[in-house]
């Protein structure tokens, strides 16, 4: 007999070699219907898998969100028969569930297109349709590779010969299609159902080798209904719409060329952003009690490998040699140049808590494939700050820090969705009793804050736990911005000490933290989450005065001086243009305010002020409008 314990506690015996399905009907002939997995000590199993032994035990529903990815996984072979039997000689190769969807790489002569999607997924709902079962069966390795190889699957042979001795070598049908798969599968492809779709292609290399042969990737998304994919389209659109990308060449903020992969070339508007941002973190950071340093760009090897990061991070390092024989690299982060301006002379645990903040521009060499806008770049600039402590101020240094990062996102027009605490990985350094008292003081400083933090089991760093805080966009989705990193590792490496109450030279401890992650990155959520229609206090360009007619030329040049003595960013339309495709033109560009002046305007003295996005106007005086805006154009910050 096995001995299974379900979720409501209730804990019952089965006769040994009992599948799920055979616990499902003893509990239920309807339950045994509506279940499409089982999970067995947090393993998710095929219903028809025998129960080798006892332990906690649930049924899931196609419904449960555990079902998603099986969902997902199931497609892939879904697609993976329908692309064999509409282009015949395709080899399969890998085919994974992935986050919001799912995809497949092919070995074909022939490359696919776009074209194809409509015919693969009719073909995938005739095979959901057929309702044939998935089946498992485990093979004999020198069996399954002889299989694959009498069909040509070159790829599915080598996988197989790979794989440990020690595993189990299972193979899924589903009908008379088969692939080598670990499972598990729903009962039959009609659970698949029909919520899925075709997104794009895209080439892979076999195994991620850029040596290795080329591959096709289908990529597709799966749901579990209608609805949920109808969803997730909608957003895929407007995320589309909103590509920082397209947005950032359109309002002439910034663009990135070939010659200088992953490094962004700053408009003069984009940088009119960056300084409006930097400038109001500069403020934020010393209304909070932090001093500005900065440091070398580039230093010695030396200096890296006693920080340790030599040995952890020289792949992606840019390294050059001298003509003197000197190995220099470019920093990759700021942590130890701060340590060494702290070590400089003696400290005094007076002086402590010691915030330490610079806006450091670090280089990281990131393969050209994974570099992506601004959200993925090589060179960037931090927000970084480095907080030397006590262990006793390590609470409320923390709790501060959440507070003011909390503040700065909702500033910038994103509110803090969740903070993960990333507890201890299985590779670690320090006592189980160091990660206990670690945890336990982060967990305390986000409750006192007034946040329950969520907890990401094992994502913590190598040599301490750490809090990520994760914001929600406008279209609902998340970005993990900001992170507060214990570390007492780097300060004795660095020797970096103080002279404590007690007259004796004691290790600070040190908080790496950092709120916006860095400006590029931040400023490329910026833009989508705003869609590139800032507010007015960030927008590059504040106002356009746009004429109706080329007599009121002059007035416009008269408004415009007005609005920049008062400190607003603008600037002139004095185009011999109808003013409505000036407003168009504008509006493409993101500009929050038109001012509209023509004949009537200047005579009276007046500015129709014209919003982004609406087709009203409002007539007001010259120095009713600088009232209105300049309120509007006041950081957060500096608000009453």
């Known amino acids: 007999m096995i001995e299974l314990k379900f979720p409501d506690g209730a804990v019952r015996e089965y006769p040994a070699g009992s599948t799920a399905r055979d616990v499902a009907h003893a509990i239920s002939p309807s339950l045994a219907k509506k279940a499409v997995l089982a999970e067995l000590n947090g393993e998710q199993r095929d219903l028809n898998r025998v129960l080798e032994t006892g332990g906690a035990f649930r049924l899931i529903m196609r419904d449960d969100p555990a079902a998603l990815y099986t969902i997902r996984h199931d497609t892939a072979h879904v697609l993976a028969e329908a692309v064999q039997k509409l282009f015949p000689g395709t080899q399969v190769t890998i085919g994974p569930a992935i986050e919001d969807g799912f995809y497949y790489d092919f070995a074909r002569d022939e490359p696919f297109s776009t074209d194809d999607f409509a015919a693969i997924e009719k073909e995938m709902g005739k095979i959901v349709d057929r309702d044939a079962r998935f089946e498992r069966e485990v093979w004999d390795r020198d069996e399954a590779i002889l299989f694959f190889e009498a069909r040509g699957e070159t790829f599915k042979a080598e996988l197989i010969r790979d794989l440990p001795e020690t595993e189990t070598i299972t193979l899924y049908k589903q009908g008379d299609w088969i692939d080598l798969c670990r499972g598990p599968h729903f009962p039959s492809t009609r659970h698949v159902g029909k919520a899925f779709k075709l997104t794009k292609l895209a080439g892979a290399y076999w195994r991620g080798d850029s040596s290795r042969e080329q591959l096709q990737r289908i990529y597709g998304t799966a749901w579990a209904t209608k609805e949920d994919l109808d969803a997730y389209l909608l957003r895929i659109e407007e995320a589309e719409k909103r590509d920082h990308r397209k947005l950032g060449r359109a309002m002439e903020l910034f663009h990135m060329q070939e010659e200088g992969r992953g490094m962004v070339f700053w408009h ?12 109001y973190m500069r403020r934020r950071l010393d209304a909070a009690g932090y001093v500005e340093v900065k440091t070398p760009q580039v230093l010695d090897r030396k200096f890296w490998e006693e920080s340790g990061h030599w040995d952890k991070y020289r792949p992606n390092m840019f390294v050059c040699e ?115 008292k670690a945890e336990a003081m982060l967990g305390e400083a986000a409750r006192l804050a007034g946040v329950e933090p969520v907890i990401a089991e094992g994502d913590g760093a190598f040599y301490a736990p750490k809090l990520d805080f994760i914001v929600k966009d406008a279209i609902g989705r998340t970005w993990t911005c900001g992170t507060l990193q214990l570390d007492y590792v780097l300060p004795e490496r660095l020797n970096a000490e103080y002279t404590g109450e007690d007259g004796q030279k004691h290790r600070p401890v040190m908080l790496h933290r950092a709120i916006l992650g860095s400006f590029e990155r931040f400023i490329g959520i910026m833009i989508e989450n705003y869609a590139g229609a800032f507010p007015l206090w960030l927008a590059p360009v504040q106002a356009v005065v746009a004429t109706i007619t080329s ?47 023509g004949r009537n305007e200047a005579e009276k003295g007046e500015v129709a002020i014209r919003r982004l996005g609406s087709q009203d106007q409002t007539v007001v005086s010259i120095d009713e409008a600088i009232r209105i805006l300049i309120e509007e154009a006041t950081p957060p910050d500096l608000r009453d």
């Not at 503040?407 to 009793?433: K, W």
């Not at 002059?554 to 495709?581: H, I, M, P, Q, S």
């Open 268 to 279: 003069p508007k984009g940088w009119v952003l960056w300084q409006v941002i930097e400038a």
């Open 322 to 436: 001298t003509v003197e024989g000197e190995t220099l690299s470019l920093k990759p982060m700021n942590c130890p140049g701060h340590v060494q301006i702290f070590g400089i002379g003696q400290r005094s645990y007076r002086e402590l808590p010691l915030r330490m903040a610079e806006f450091g521009a670090c280089h990281r060499y990131e393969p050209s494939g994974a570099l992506h806008g601004l959200m993925r770049v090589r060179g960037f600039t931090q927000d970084d700050a480095h907080i030397f402590c006590r262990e006793d101020q390590i609470v409320e240094e923390t709790r501060r820090f959440i507070e003011l990062t909390k503040i700065v996102h909702a500033d910038l027009g994103m509110q803090t969705h969740e903070i993960a605490l990333a507890t201890r990985p299985d590779v670690r350094a320090g006592s189980d009793e160091f990660w206990d």
């Open 551 to 597: 007599d009121a030329d002059a007035y416009a040049e008269e408004v415009a001086a007005k609005f920049k003595a008062a400190g607003l960013r603008v600037e002139t339309d004095l185009r011999n243009e109808k003013v409505g495709y000036k407003v168009r033109e504008h509006s493409v560009a993101k500009v929050p305010v038109i001012a509209v002046v």
